[in-house]
Each structure stands twice: as structure tokens, then as C-alpha cells.
């Protein structure tokens, strides 16, 4: 059975479909911000085609603009990720059997979007047949539809209203995904302690807020499931 | 900004990119995780999802919105009902996409 037909792809793609209009505003914004800052079509194409982490590519615009040292742009860059370093330990979990140069693939392409989907889908991290069908099919939509949107946003940035704020439309897509984990009262708790410390914590530099954000939410989370065992976590 | 260095930033953000997301993957090695660890890792994405998003919700160049002529208060408020009461994702996104924008471009706020 090919990868296309496979009912797990198919379930990674329509999964993906919805939220990812709204990743895809993000792109377009993305896209525009990327030529707006200065650099030409072409190293804006290759920067959203290469290096596809949104976040990270608008941290660097200012420094590239400004010529900042490589080792500056780089490590800013890796502050920015550190959110990736924590879902990669999750994925490890998941993918850990598979070759190394494949297992290095799947996390290249492991967006945002991507992990929360795929630990909503598969909530036990072991190995199953159906997980990378269900990752392919996510990430093969996530990938178009940005990289589509994000190469949009750079062709036609003058004719994008920035004031608008169309990137919002990325903020809506995950609040609602956000609502859809929300499945106890030990989820909620952990949610509201990240978003608080996200908030009070927006002052480091970095974006550092995010990873100590979800520090600080997994540790509420460990603290809830220790005082309460009697309601037994799932195993992870 | 020369082409070179333009090229070669973009280049290295790029293996940024793959290290940071494979950075567990690489090993050959068996990862041996703590048990308290793996079982953390189950609120890691509610965590990840809030920490990204609540920022650009309540604050405005890093202080908090102190205005109720902000878009976004009503957009979030739309979406929020608009998921508990129909649980999908793409009204979500269409119900808070449209409020911001009537907002935005009917008041300017």
C-alpha cells in the first residue's frame, strides 16, 4: 500500500489541514517581514525554504540586517529552538529505532504543529506501525502549505497590509489546539502555570520565556501527578 | 550586507534548525531518561502551546494590554466561544480571524 493511500497519512493530513491555515498567515507574514527587512527575493526564498523555523528566522532578520558576527545570528538562533530540544526527547520515544539519518529527518521536519498533533494522536510514546504514516502525512501538509504561503508573502509584500495583524490567525489556530489538550483538571493547571510564566517572563532575552515557560509547566504538571496518584498518569 | 554572508547566516541557521530539533536524535546510543522525565514530557506540548501563544495574547511591546480597544481581547473571545461551542479548529481560526479583522479595519483598533 503506498505511503498516499495509507489511512494514518491521510488521518496526519486532515488533522493538519485546519490548524494549518492559520500556520500559513503566520508564513505569509513571515514571508513578508523577511523582504520588508531588506533582504532580496532570492535570500528571503532560500531562508524560508532552508531554514523553516518562523520564530527563529524573525529573531535573526534584525541581526542579519545589521550584519551581526555568524556566531551572534547562530546562537540567538539555538536560544530561540530551545523548545525543539525538549519535543526531541519526546520524539526520541517515538523514533528512537529508526536510523539515525532518518530519525535526523523526521526531526528537521518536526514543526510546532507537527509535535502537539502527533502527541495528541499517539499519547503513549512507544513505537506503533501507524506513527510514521500519521507524522508524514502532518508534516508533508505543514511543509507545503508554509513554505506556499511563506514564498507568497515573499513575492507580493508590498501589497500586504501588515497593520492588519493577518499573523493573529497563527495565535487562533493553536489557541484552539491548546483548548482541544485540555483534557483534565491537572492539564489545565500546567497550562495556566506556562502562560503565566511565559507572561512574567517575557522580559529575558532570547524568547527564553518559551523554555522556561515549559520547564516550569512540566514541573506543575510532575508536582500535580505526585500529590494526586489517585488518579494513575497514562504512561508516557 | 554581502551575498556571502546573507548565504552563509541562512545556511548555518538552517543546521540550527536541525540541531536543535534532532538534538536527542543523534545519539546512537540508548537516551536514558529519568522516569520522572518521560512521564513530565506528557504535559510538554499543552506547555509549549500556552508559553507560545499567551505572550501575543495579553501583551503589547511587553507590557500588558491595558486598553479595551485591542482586537485581539474580542478575537480570542470569539474563538474561545466559537471552540467550546463547536470544537473545531478551522471555525476557531475563521470566528477570531474574522472579529480582528471587522475590529482592525471597521475601528482601527
Redesign the interface.
Known sequence: MSLIQNPEFRRGFTDTVAPSLGIAAWGLVTGVAMVKSGLSLTVAALMTLLVYAGSAQLAALPLIVAGAPLWVLWATAFCVNLRFVIYSAHWRRYFGHLPRAERLLLGYLAVDLSYVLFARRFPVAEPQPEQLPYFWGAAAWNWASWQGASLLGVLIADYVPTEWNLGFAGVLALLGLTYSLLSDKKSWIAAGVAAFVAVAAFALPLKLNIVTAIVAGVAAGLLLDRSFRDAAPERV | ?P?W??????????????????????S?R??E?PA????????????????????????TD?A?IATWQD??VY??LA??AY??WR????G??VT??AV??AL??GLGW
Open positions: 550586507m551575498a554572508y546573507a548565504t552563509l547566516g541562512i545556511v548555518g541557521l538552517a543546521v540550527v534548525t536541525a540541531v536543535t530539533r534532532g538534538f536527542f536524535l543523534f546512537e540508548e537516551l531518561l520522572w522525565a518521560v512521564q513530565g514530557l506528557r504535559y510538554a506540548p499543552i506547555a509549549a502551546l500556552v508559553a507560545v501563544i499567551s505572550p501575543e495574547i495579553v501583551l511587553g500588558l482586537a485581539r478575537a480570542v474563538a474561545t471552540f467550546f470544537r473545531g479548529i478551522l476557531t481560526i477570531g480571524t480582528l479583522l482592525k479595519i
